[in-house]
Nanobody, 123 residues
Framework: QVQLVESGGGLVQAGGSLRLSCAAS????????MGWFRQAPGKEREIVAS????????AYTTSVKGRFVISRDNAKDTVYLQMNSLKPEDTAVYYC????????????????WGKGTLVTVSS
């Protein structure tokens, strides 16, 4: 059974940093694209960042470019999201997701979801 377990969320002041981790188990982690999504209260879930199976293809949503960094360690079956210069509008539940393919991932191509971790940024 595939499991994705996020950690690292919490409360931080605007301008601060957090590092989210997602530990995967139950399938060959290194063969699939991974992504981080978020859902703020009253809003739809959106993709934040994605990374291909090898780490060579990375994409970010416009609002986090230059502030967030996605990475993965296939030896540890873990994907990370380093979040810097956090803003109150980054407040959301952040979800780790495993894709059905090797390169890209979107809401419609997620095979597995984690349960989410809450990030709250105070002003």
């Amino acid at each position: 059974q595939v499991q994705l377990v996020e950690s690292g969320g919490g409360l931080v002041q605007a301008g601060g940093s957090l590092r989210l981790s997602c530990a995967a188990s139950g399938r060959t982690f290194s063969e699939y694209a991974m992504g981080w999504f978020r859902q703020a209260p009253g809003k739809e879930r959106e993709i934040v960042a994605s990374i291909s199976w090898s780490g060579s293809t990375i994409a970010y949503t416009t609002s986090v470019k230059g502030r967030f960094v996605i990475s993965r360690d296939n030896a540890k079956d873990t994907v990370y999201l380093q979040m810097n210069s956090l803003k109150p509008e980054d407040t959301a539940v952040y979800y780790c997701a495993g894709g059905i393919g090797r390169v890209g991932i979107s809401t419609s191509t997620v095979a597995y979801w984690g349960k989410g971790t809450l990030v709250t940024v105070s002003s």
